[in-house]
């Protein structure tokens, strides 16, 4: 009877080591999962603002051609209508 006994706390005692060092390797993937988890978020969130920065760039590059654009056909309009004005006076007897 003492025999089992032995036996029963022996492989109780097994058991329990097992489910540790099983729980501890659980642990230790689930930690991991997480970190890898926590890089992937933080790698995404810096892409996203590198991504938004240059959306702003390319907007403000953009802006600024349009303005150019606006300002150059303001002064061709401007040229043109001191250039009429100007064969308006000469035209004037």
């Given at each position: 009877?003492?025999?089992l006994k032995?036996?029963?706390?022996?492989?109780?005692?097994?058991a329990?080591n097992?489910?540790?060092e099983?729980?501890h390797h659980?642990?230790?993937?689930a930690?991991e999962?997480?970190?890898?988890?926590?890089d992937?978020?933080?790698?995404?969130?810096?892409?996203?603002?590198?991504?938004?920065?240059?959306?702003?760039e390319?907007?403000?590059?953009?802006?600024?051609k349009?303005?150019?654009?606006?300002?150059e056909?303001?002064?061709k309009?401007?040229?043109?209508?001191?250039h009429?004005?100007?064969?308006?006076?000469?035209?004037?007897?």
């Amino acid at each position: 009877m003492t025999e089992l006994k032995n036996k029963v706390t022996e492989a109780a005692e097994q058991a329990k080591n097992t489910a540790t060092e099983k729980a501890h390797h659980l642990g230790n993937a689930a930690s991991e999962a997480v970190h890898k988890g926590e890089d992937a978020i933080t790698h995404a969130a810096h892409k996203a603002k590198d991504l938004a920065v240059e959306t702003v760039e390319k907007i403000k590059h953009t802006g600024e051609k349009v303005v150019e654009k606006v300002q150059e056909v303001a002064h061709k309009a401007v040229t043109k209508v001191k250039h009429s004005d100007d064969l308006t006076k000469t035209a004037r007897p």
